[in-house]
């Protein structure tokens, strides 16, 4: 095997890695939802859930870097953070819906958007394409938002920060709703431009 071969075999193996740190930070983060839901609907422990908001916005966050720093980079890390990043905005939003913190059309606008976006997944597989890449703007929306519902959480609290938690929660959750609104627009988009313009696969029969 010549070195392109090699270099190329390396490359393969790293995007096929599991067990890197990475990874293990977005698990983390993933078996923390549960744990927050609890906390926020049965106890009503603000204090905690605003704790595990906290930590998985910190982790997010982490992993990225620690992926670009560490080259640990992975198939499943690209698939594994974006979702866990939608399975935090959405599990949050219903909660708080749930406890009365923000108003229930948002939470649709928001939801509704990931819903819609999931019917074009077809679109790629169809064709034998990967999912299309998170851009720079939606991981700011989700960024904004990730940082807008502990401060909303926060803002619950019999604290001096609560004025200021409120103010700043709210304009994040806008700031944050626009963008992912906007980025959900773009990815539509592309999903219908792939549509129109890449052929569908076509399955072999027999052998």
Same mark, same amino acid.
């Given at each position: 095997?010549?070195?392109?071969?090699?270099?190329?075999?390396?490359?393969?193996?790293?995007?096929?890695?599991?067990?890197?740190?990475?990874?293990?930070?977005?698990?983390?983060?993933?078996?923390?939802?549960?744990?927050?839901? !609890? $906390?926020?609907?049965?106890?009503?422990?603000?204090?905690?859930?605003?704790?595990? %908001? #906290? &930590?998985?916005?910190?982790? @997010? =966050?982490?992993?990225?870097?620690?992926?670009r720093l560490l080259n640990q980079t992975s198939r499943l890390g690209a698939?594994?953070?974006?979702?866990?990043?939608?399975?935090?905005?959405?599990?949050?939003?219903?909660?708080?819906v749930l406890r009365d913190i923000i108003?229930?059309?948002?939470?649709?606008?928001?939801?509704?958007?990931?819903?819609?976006?999931?019917?074009?997944?077809?679109?790629?597989?169809?064709?034998?394409?990967?999912?299309?890449?998170?851009? !720079? $703007?939606?991981?700011?929306?989700?960024?904004?938002?990730?940082?807008?519902?502990? %401060? #909303? &959480?926060?803002?619950?609290? @019999? =604290?001096?920060?609560?004025?200021?938690?409120?103010?700043?929660?709210?304009?994040?959750?806008?700031?944050?709703?626009?963008?992912?609104?906007?980025?959900?627009?773009?990815?539509?988009?592309?999903?219908?431009?792939?549509?129109?313009?890449?052929?569908?696969?076509?399955?072999?029969?027999?052998?």
């Amino acid at each position: 095997m010549d070195a392109v071969g090699q270099k190329k075999s390396g490359s393969e193996q790293a995007a096929d890695r599991i067990l890197t740190v990475p990874n293990l930070l977005s698990m983390v983060r993933l078996a923390g939802v549960p744990l927050f839901l !609890y $906390l926020l609907l049965g106890p009503h422990a603000d204090g905690w859930a605003l704790l595990i %908001l #906290m &930590l998985s916005g910190f982790t @997010d =966050w982490a992993d990225g870097k620690l992926a670009r720093l560490l080259n640990q980079t992975s198939r499943l890390g690209a698939l594994l953070d974006p979702f866990v990043d939608r399975l935090y905005v959405i599990t949050t939003l219903i909660a708080f819906v749930l406890r009365d913190i923000i108003p229930w059309w948002v939470a649709a606008i928001l939801i509704g958007r990931d819903l819609v976006l999931a019917l074009t997944l077809p679109i790629y597989r169809r064709r034998g394409l990967p999912p299309p890449e998170v851009i !720079y $703007l939606g991981k700011a929306a989700t960024f904004a938002l990730m940082f807008a519902m502990p %401060l #909303m &959480l926060a803002a619950q609290g @019999d =604290w001096g920060i609560a004025g200021f938690a409120h103010a700043w929660g709210y304009a994040l959750l806008i700031w944050g709703t626009v963008l992912y609104v906007w980025t959900g627009g773009l990815y539509l988009a592309k999903a219908v431009d792939v549509a129109r313009t890449v052929p569908p696969t076509v399955a072999r029969s027999g052998p």
